[in-house]
């Protein structure tokens, strides 16, 4: 729960239903996961049993269809948040049929939904079955004020755990033993878990996905740590820092210097009514101007929320334009393979003129 109005979960329903709309959607089908938590306030996961909320654009009453084994005053409360009756199924009938009889039209399906279910259901319906980005990812993209503060709150238990790097990540540790440092030091930040630990250490850090591994972390290498956990609100922390052990040399320190300039362009770019491509270019450009633009190989960001990458996402001539209570991370890397790489990010909040920092660390090159 946030810290916004008791309302919120109607308002949410609502506008879901004025944006499906305006994009002549029928029915929405909204599924298990972040979009289902977004409007009832939980998750209602329910393994390969289908659950399902059906919001009628008309106004109708929503259904939340799920198994009957599933069915706890929980689900009750949560079906209640936003004036749905519940159509409970049993093992052995077809849960897809139900949903089936119960939608018509341009159907808009939450992405989160499994083939399992979708390929039936598309077999079945009276009408055509559409992804529903264009309507739930639209409405979550733009976060309350009380969402703002959850992941901001998120943020700086992250950068806490940022600025006790030294204790954790020493010459002679592996990649792993640092990295089981860092998910204790994140639960003891209160976040619920360690979403993902990545330590990039010397060639690793070339490697934007790495995880941890047993490789000894030795003087002189450089060091990507990019670490995040949700609150017990759902909602997401996810921030990078590059580190040194030992003094840099002055080549990997002017190619940080680099980035870090990148990534500042980057964030200073962000204000309501510009297109979020812009974004990615001022990242882009400034890291093409010093011969780095072909070792940036990812997007500049992604949305953050109840989950931990969900749109918008910060891509090259991406043409969402930016508004008020927008979310995202802004996060270049260069990465020479082989060698070593780095990155630099930040969650940034979209204000009325201009952006809010979530993440406040420091953002040189730390040495250690
Ligand atoms: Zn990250
Ligand atoms: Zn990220």
Known sequence: MTSDAPDLHPHRLNAIRVRAQQRGIDHVVVYSGEDMAYLTGQRLDSHERLTALIIPADGDTPLLVLPSLELTETVRGAADLVGATVLPWADGTDAVALVAGKVSGRVA???????????????????????????????RAVKTPGEVDELAEAARRIDAVHARMDEFLQVGRTEAEVGALITA??????????EFVIVGSGPHGADPHHGVSDRVVRDGDIVVVDIGGPLASGYHSD??????????????????AVLQEAQRLAREAVRPGVAIGEIDAAARDQLSAAGLGERFIHRTGHGIGLGLHEPPFVTAGAETVLAEGMTFSVEPGIYLDGRWGARLEDIVAVTADGRRDLNNGERGLRVL
Request: glycine share 6%.
């Open 109 to 139: 399906v939450s992405t989160a939904m499994p083939a399992l279910h979708l390929v039936p259901l598309q077999l079945v319906v009276d009408g055509e079955v559409v992804l529903a980005s264009d309507v739930i990812d639209h409405v």
């Open 185 to 194: 030091a994140i639960e003891a930040e209160g976040l619920t878990h360690a």
């Open 239 to 256: 921030c990078t820092r590059t580190y040194s052990m030992g003094e840099p040399s002055d080549r990997v320190a002017e190619e940080y």
